[in-house]
C-alpha cells in the first residue's frame, strides 16, 4: 500500500476449542459481560444428531464459562445461534428458552 499504513493491530483469540466442530458463533455484551453463542458437534456436517448450542460469557474475554447448553438426544440443533443467545438473555433461565424453542418446531418434551 503506497502511502498508506495499517496502524491498527487486530488480535485473534481462541476462546473455546473443548468440542471437535465449534461453529457459528456470535458475540453479545451485556450487562458488563461478553456472552458467546455457538454450535458444537463432532463434525460440521454431523450424521450422528449430536450439535449442541452452548453459551458462554466472560467478564474480561479471557476467563469463559458455560451458562447454558442447549441439547436434544437424536436432534442436531444447528438453530441461529444468536436467536438463542437472545431467548436466554432475556429469559435468564435456560429451561424456559429450551420450551420456547421446542414449542416452535414441535418437538415433544
Known sequence: MMGNQLTDTITVTKIWDKEKHNGFPDLYYFNNEFYCSFREAFTHVDTLNVGK???????????WQTVALFEIPGVDVREDMF???????????????????RKQRSIPQ
Do not use: Y
Open 83 to 101: 436467536r438463542w443467545l437472545l431467548m436466554f438473555l432475556s429469559q435468564t433461565k435456560k429451561e424456559h428458552a429450551f420450551q420456547i424453542w
Open 53 to 63: 448450542v452452548r453459551i458462554i460469557k466472560s467478564k474480561d474475554t479471557k476467563n
